[in-house]
């Protein structure tokens, strides 16, 4: 029980990684605190995490906007927090550097990197009182650059900065900040985009999977349960000993 009576905010609770976090720190003894834009979602979400045995604190906010709701709620319902998992993060335009709107890189920096700082800043006095930690969802552009993923590397190069930052800012008070980087993530969006592959092709979907996995040391692509356990790993005090880090879980499609 890496997380027992622990309380555990997922700041961007989706159907697949956001998902897979909460119910797996439920399952290892944590309640919840989860937050996203679509209450549907969290409720479904909330009910996988009941039937773990735990409580599940639904707060439907938009993350961009405002942020102190949910430190508010988090703290009314339980009183504490002990870890915050930010995994909120709006898809920036797909382009070349030279070609993407800069009106649409400005926005997307301001989603994806201001709001995980104004989260973990409204967070932050509780995180002090209970010595927690925080684990923000970074992702494996910060290893290539490939042309359409200019905005998108900027973004994470940037909320890497933050949490690096964050852990030499916090940990004089006991608080550690680290990141993981996903690669792929098997799950139903990447499914989706290789049938469409596929189709383009002429091919089999598992075509194209074997290629891309062919690319990883593992032969295989991470599936969200992976990158899951990495993050409660770094939530946990088996991580102790660990702040200012970025794990990366790819099956080895990059070192690092």
């Given at each position: ?44 979400v ?6 773990a ?11 961009a ?37 800069l ?13 995980a ?82 189709s ?32 409660l ?24």
């Open positions: 029980m890496l997380l027992a009576e622990k309380v555990v905010v997922v700041a961007g609770v989706g159907p697949g990684l956001g998902q897979e976090i909460a119910v797996r720190a439920a399952r290892q003894g944590a309640d919840l605190v989860l937050a996203a834009r679509t209450e549907q979602v969290l409720a479904e909330a009910g996988k995490v009941a039937a045995g735990r409580r599940a604190l639904v707060v439907p906010v938009d993350l906007v405002e942020t102190s709701a949910l430190a508010d709620a988090a703290m009314g319902e339980f009183g504490r927090v002990d870890v915050l998992v930010h995994n909120a993060f709006a898809m920036p335009p797909m382009r070349g550097l030279l070609k993407a709107d009106s649409e890189i400005s926005q997307s920096f301001d989603v994806n990197v201001v709001a700082l104004r989260t973990v800043r409204s967070l932050t006095p509780a995180l002090v009182e209970s010595r927690g930690s925080v684990v923000i969802v970074n992702s494996a552009v910060l290893r290539h650059s490939r042309k359409p993923f200019g905005p998108y590397k900027i973004g994470k190069a940037a909320l890497l900065a933050v949490a690096q930052n964050l852990a030499s800012e916090l940990g004089p008070s006991g608080v550690r900040v680290n990141s993981v980087a996903p690669g792929w993530i098997w799950a139903d969006t990447l499914r989706t985009w290789f049938e469409y592959l596929a383009q092709r002429g091919v089999p979907a598992q075509t194209i999977y074997d290629e891309t996995a062919a690319m990883t040391d593992l032969r295989r692509l991470p599936e969200p349960g992976d990158v899951a356990d990495a993050i790993f770094l939530a946990s005090d088996l991580a102790r000993g660990i702040t200012g880090q970025c794990l990366d879980v790819n099956c080895g499609e990059f070192h690092h």
